[in-house]
């Protein structure tokens, strides 16, 4: 399995300033627009993760900011690799506030 582009190579170190700047600078899910709470580690379900806008794996640039945005772990994962386009329109990248809330988060005690 080869790693990605912001794991190695030139963009990792670009990735790891980048994610500093978002974890400075930032203070809410950019996928479903609640806080964040800094404080929580991995593995806490709302724990903050650097999210690529629109995946990597689907064209988006591994290190720009500007495809970078801070979000909830558990956000991040149900989110995946996923584009959210308008239906009947070319496909594009749109608010990912359209991701369901499948669980409640708030209530964990991990």
Avoid at 18 to 24: A, E
Avoid at 29 to 53: F, N, Q, R
Wanted: proline share 8%; charged share 25%.
């Amino acid at each position: 399995m080869a790693l990605r582009a912001d794991r190695q190579g030139p963009h990792r170190v670009a990735f790891e300033k980048n994610k500093r700047v978002l974890l400075k600078t930032h203070n809410t899910c950019g996928i479903c627009g609640k806080p964040i709470d800094k404080t929580l580690k991995a593995p806490h379900p709302l724990s903050p993760v650097v999210d690529h806008i629109v995946p990597i794996n689907k064209g988006g640039h591994p290190s720009s900011i500007e495809n970078l945005q801070l979000a909830h772990w558990t956000c991040n994962r149900q989110k995946s690799d996923k584009l959210y386009s308008v239906k009947d329109e070319a496909p594009k990248v749109v608010g990912n506030r359209n991701l369901p809330q499948s669980t409640d988060w708030a209530s964990y005690g991990g």
